[in-house]
């Protein structure tokens, strides 16, 4: 909801939250009003993998026992959002398919909204909540995991030819 590029309502309302602290009255206040309020992502980095990739970058991680930090399923975004060090965005190669952002903005619904609960707010639930795993994933074990991701996916859509079919291009902002 926009007028004139402003937001408005609680989207206008942009609380700084940081994994792991105690949330400020105004971002529980929204959680107990069921809204997933916008945050500006404090003491972390936020790793976009849009959702043609998101699901085999996830199931590589567990295959290979790597801890995971929280997880967001962003549905209108067209990607999950892996909260991963500070420091991430710098250090990041440009990648198709996956973008690192520092400072992020991002809506973030309650921590008990979780795939597990079967909750949404908003379009987004938590697959990994933060408070019940790691801070944050390992960006070098996400790069690998998207390599692999990247490689899964080619070979279960080859298109004509035996090439590679194309990939669903992530919806930043």
């Excluded at 009255?25 to 500006?40: C, E, S």
């Excluded at 003491?43 to 199931?59: C, H, K, P, T, Y």
Aim: net charge positive.
């Amino acid at each position: 909801m926009t007028s004139g590029g402003a937001l408005t309502g609680w989207e206008g309302r942009v609380e700084p939250w940081q994994p792991g602290a105690e949330p400020r009255p105004g971002l529980l206040r929204a959680w107990r009003a069921g809204r997933a309020p916008f945050v500006r992502v404090r003491g972390v980095e936020v790793l976009r993998i849009s959702d043609a990739l998101s699901a085999d970058v996830i199931a590589v991680l567990r295959e290979r026992g790597i801890p995971r930090g929280p997880v967001l399923v962003n549905i209108p975004r067209g990607c999950v959002e892996v909260l991963v060090p500070l420091g991430s965005a710098a250090a990041w190669m440009t990648r198709p398919h996956a973008k690192c952002v520092e400072s992020a903005l991002m809506r973030c619904p309650a921590l008990d909204v979780t795939h597990a609960s079967g909750l949404w707010v908003a379009g987004r639930t938590w697959e990994t909540p933060p408070g019940a795993s790691p801070v944050t994933t390992s960006v070098d074990a996400l790069a690998e995991a998207l390599f692999v991701a990247v490689a899964r996916h080619a070979a279960r859509h080859d298109g004509p030819g035996g090439k590679p079919g194309p990939i669903k291009e992530v919806r930043y902002r």
